[in-house]
């Protein structure tokens, strides 16, 4: 069960999508594939700092999500070919279940995200930050500020 949250800012997202694009810029890659919908962000950072023009996108959705496995590929990565040259960014991995999917359409191709969870670890290239398998990563895009009451008058006596 999930019991903390790490919040992640968009400033803090585009310094850790910067630090990836830089671990990997060794590398020379002729395109990106991006895994939507969370990996489109990161991949436009990362594309922009490796001056990569060639964007492609891979689409995965679970039809039912009290199911995990249960994925289908909606949109194929078609211009990626086997993936030879093509660096794969996603935001996170979690179980690693997408990760194994989509690096079975793209064998040959580089999988890099921004934070891995224990589970799905193995199943990338590169990543920046490792989080705990019980924390929920809250991203800019889903989060919104709200007003927070003071301490002592939310707590109920
Ligand atoms: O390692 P896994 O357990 O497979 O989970 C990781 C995937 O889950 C998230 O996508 P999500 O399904 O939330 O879709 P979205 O990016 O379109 O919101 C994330 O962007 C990864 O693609």
Known sequence: ????????SWDQLHKDARLLAERVSTKKFKGIVAITRGGMIPAAIIARELECRLIETVSIVSYD???QG????IKHPTVAGDGEGFLIV????DSGITAQAIKKLLPKAYF?????KPAGKPSTDEFIMEVQQ??????PWDAAPAFAPPLVK????
């Open 112 to 116: 890099a995200c921004l934070y891995a």
């Open 90 to 93: 996603d935001d996170l991995v």
């Open 65 to 67: 999500e009290e199911i």
């Open 154 to 157: 939310s707590t109920k006596k």
């Open 134 to 139: 019980d924390t929920w990563i809250l991203f």
């Open 70 to 73: 249960e994925l289908k590929i």
């Open 1 to 8: 069960m999930t019991t903390n949250y790490m919040v992640i």
